[in-house]
């Protein structure tokens, strides 16, 4: 699973969400850090909207509802599942 994920340095939600994305065994997951102070483009999209987290499939970048920082891990990785069966189906 391609994911990208739009942060900031200083983001605490980012860390968070990156370091539960980590965690996740059940799914490979191939997670694509973008730093939205490096390009204006992603800074004037998501600055004040990070984390935000998109699925790659193909080429096609699908949003994915933000989680809550509270999301366990293990809910974490069920919705992910939901994302990539709703791909598959």
């Keep these: 699973m391609q994911l990208i994920l739009y942060s900031k340095p200083g983001c605490h939600l ?9 965690q996740i065994q059940t799914i490979n997951i191939n997670l694509e850090i973008r730093d ?3 390009r204006e483009d992603w800074f004037e999209a ?3 909207e990070v984390p ?8 096609t970048e699908t ?9 366990s891990v293990a809910r ?11 791909k598959r189906g």
């Excluded at 980012?14 to 980590?22: D, N, S, V």
């Excluded at 974490?76 to 709703?86: F, G, H, R």
């Design 63 to 71: 949003i994915i509802p933000r989680p809550s920082p509270r999301i």
């Design 14 to 22: 980012c860390e968070r969400l990156q370091k539960k994305l980590e």
């Design 46 to 48: 998501y600055q004040y």
């Design 76 to 86: 974490l990785e069920q919705v992910l599942q939901k994302y990539i069966s709703e």
């Design 36 to 38: 939205i102070t490096t």
């Design 52 to 59: 935000t987290l998109y699925q790659r499939w193909e080429d």
